[in-house]
């Protein structure tokens, strides 16, 4: 319920929707690399790609949209910002309220060892662990749903030892991708997925076998 997130947000952030207003928050798994961008790039091969991953999602949440002919459905998409540069949601606050990851922040931790640094949070998943993304938000402004019971995310990261590694390993050694495996996961990014994050996107599109047209 958008309630949900509106209640642990400051209201600069609130989305603006009734309380008991439905929403879905989605998430990407591992196999959306080969299952849904690999497919997608090859059929669009001829026409515009800015940015594969991002149009990508945003043609299967059109998909999505139009499976529901009589009903309103708004999309945010995890890039989208408003004029004030803020984030038109926060991605990690809505997968936990929603019970979809847990997100582990610097309060999680009871003995903070690093006094004046900024310390950023990162969701986890109790499957997939770090390998994973938050790609958008599913509104459903004409559905109220008042009796749904809110579902707590799993805490898979439970030992104060394993968060503060977590956190440390997310804000200082993030390129090593260590912290995605805080966990023991399901399933992780193919080699093939991992090199194609790894490189600057300017030089993607060359993994994914596009031409200087296609850009």
Known sequence: KVGWYNA???PTFHLPYPDDTLAFVVLSTPSMFDKALKP???KERLKII???V???????????????????VDVIFDYEILPSRKPKFLAQTAAHVAGAAYYYQRKDVKLDPWGKKKIYGVCIHPKYGGWFAIRGLLLFPDIQVPFLEQSAPV???????KRIELLEQFNFHWQNGRYRDIIEVKERYSEEQKAYFATPPAERFRLLGLTQEAQ
């Open 8 to 10: 642990v947000l400051q």
């Open 40 to 42: 997608f790039v090859k």
């Open 50 to 52: 800015r940015d594969p």
């Open 54 to 72: 991002d149009q990508c999602v945003s043609h299967h949440l059109s998909r999505v949209k139009e499976k529901f002919p009589d009903q309103k």
């Open 155 to 161: 805490d898979c990261v439970s030992t104060e030892e």
